[in-house]
């Protein structure tokens, strides 16, 4: 049964440092893996998408990796600016199934 | 952009009630999923379905839940009686069949059972 678990559960950060969220699973036969954020109250936006094949996809100050053999992915926000706090979720998709299966979370607090 | 309607947004309700929650997937998405969101436990699947047809409702309290997919446009969760427990924010999301890119979540549901 894949289990997914993210550390650290909270951070708090001046503005302008660079960080790293990690993400860890227990089965390493995955699809893919997707980041996520997420504001208070509201629902989940994409961040980026990785495919087992691949080893890392940026988007603007993101940059998302996958180690599949160790069983982690990264998301590294260069930069970080208050309007980066948010919770960040990590969701894998086991290979033979269909459903994404969450890690707890990352609650992200930026200071300006 | 494309995005998963869900309605309504906020729902408050009295125990015993019936509640029912509606979403609309992308169009063409084939792969329809429900989550339940709480501070406790996190995301949980409650039903998925592909096609219209469910493929695993495991994560439902059968007794009380149900989910269906009248057509492509529309899938619904019923809750029967509802219960102060069942407080949470419900999701919705869906994807094409082999998840490739990924799955689209809606806003959610807030639910409140009083």
């Known amino acids: 049964k894949q289990e997914v678990t993210q550390i650290p559960a909270a951070l708090s950060v001046p503005e302008g440092e660079n960080l790293v969220l990690n993400c860890s699973f227990t089965?390493?036969?995955?699809?893919?893996l997707q980041w996520f954020r997420q504001d208070p109250g509201k629902g989940l936006t994409s961040l980026l998408l990785?495919?087992?094949?691949?080893r890392e996809q940026t988007s603007g100050r993101l940059n998302a990796s996958l180690d599949k053999s160790s069983g982690r992915s990264t998301l590294y926000i260069a930069a970080s600016q208050p309007g980066d706090s948010a919770t960040y979720l990590c969701?894998?998709?086991?290979?033979?199934?269909?459903?994404?299966?969450f890690g707890t979370g990352t609650r992200l607090k930026v200071l300006a | 952009d494309a995005r998963v309607t869900q309605t309504p947004r906020d729902k408050v309700t009295e125990m015993g009630q019936e509640v029912t929650m509606r979403c609309q997937p992308i169009?063409?998405?084939?792969?329809v999923f429900w989550y339940r969101q709480t501070m406790m436990q996190g995301l949980e699947l409650l039903a998925y379905?592909?096609?219209?047809?469910?493929?695993?409702d495991s994560g439902m309290p059968k007794d009380r839940f149900s989910a269906e997919m009248p057509d492509a446009t529309l899938a619904t969760l019923k809750i029967q009686p509802s219960e102060p427990r069942d407080s949470a924010v419900y999701f919705c999301?869906?994807?094409?069949?082999?998840?490739?890119?990924?799955?689209?979540f809606g806003s959610g549901t807030r639910l409140t059972v009083v």
């Open positions: 089965d390493s036969a995955i699809y893919n």
């Open positions: 169009l063409g998405h084939n792969t």
């Open positions: 379905f592909r096609n219209r047809a469910p493929l695993d």
């Open positions: 990785i495919q087992s094949s691949q």
């Open positions: 999301a869906s994807g094409l069949e082999t998840g490739n890119y990924g799955y689209t």
């Open positions: 969701a894998v998709l086991t290979s033979g199934t269909y459903k994404y299966i």
